[in-house]
């Protein structure tokens, strides 16, 4: 009886160790073919030139502001930085991307692998004072061409220029610029959202 019961108990242990066994190299499969799948996952490539020709004594924030909010909505893709392209275009002939043809633009990515462009410049800031009964105050209005370009279909996706203003203002006197000119971007910045988000495709 006591044999028995052993054999039984013996036969239970390795049923459950094989069983074990067959789940764990399921489990295993899985987990490969998943992680072969994310590798042959390629999110589409998209450039990206930042122009900053306001040329204050805060252009590293302007820039900084500029390319945190863009790349913010360029997350979906595999964001590259266009210097080398800038470089390119210069030695081409093209010194101000804004007026340049959308053909000369795609002629500088022949040959590469990329899906799309995406420009903006920030432009001088057209500066106003003003002065009232008890404040003084700056407006400060900001415009920001921008082109996004689909380099293998050679069109582009949104080609314009956004514009807004903002004030600073105080009861005394050495109102400067920069909080009016950033607050000004800020407005602009939430038109571009909108643009990097939908004229995009993600295949």
């Not at 252009?59 to 909505?73: G, M, S, Y």
């Not at 392209?85 to 002939?93: A, D, Q, S």
């Not at 991307?97 to 000369?104: F, L, N, Q």
Request: aromatic fraction near 8%; include cysteine; glycine fraction near 4%.
């Amino acid at each position: 009886m006591l044999k028995k019961a052993i054999c039984l108990l013996v036969c239970v242990m390795t049923l459950v160790v094989c069983s074990s066994l067959v789940f764990a190299a399921i489990d295993l499969s899985a987990a490969k073919t998943d992680a072969n799948t994310d590798l042959n996952k390629t999110k589409p490539v998209v450039v990206t030139i930042y122009i900053n020709n306001a040329k204050s004594t805060y252009d590293d924030e302007i820039t900084k502001k500029l390319a945190d909010r863009f790349n913010a909505k360029l997350t979906s893709y595999d964001i590259h930085s266009g210097e080398k392209f800038i470089e390119k275009l210069n030695k081409m002939g093209v010194t101000d991307i804004t007026s340049a043809e959308r053909a000369d633009i795609v002629g500088a990515f022949n040959g590469e692998s990329v899906d799309y462009v995406v420009y903006a410049e920030v432009q001088p800031p057209i500066i106003n004072s003003w002065r009232s009964m008890f404040n003084i105050g700056i407006k400060a209005t900001v415009t920001i061409p921008v082109k996004i370009l689909d380099i293998k279909n050679n069109k582009y996706l949104y080609n314009g220029k956004f514009t807004d203003q903002a004030d600073n203002s105080t009861m005394f006197g050495g109102v400067g610029t920069k909080a009016a000119v950033l607050s000004a971007m800020d407005l602009v910045l939430v038109k571009t959202d909108e643009i990097l988000t939908n004229r995009i495709p993600l295949n």
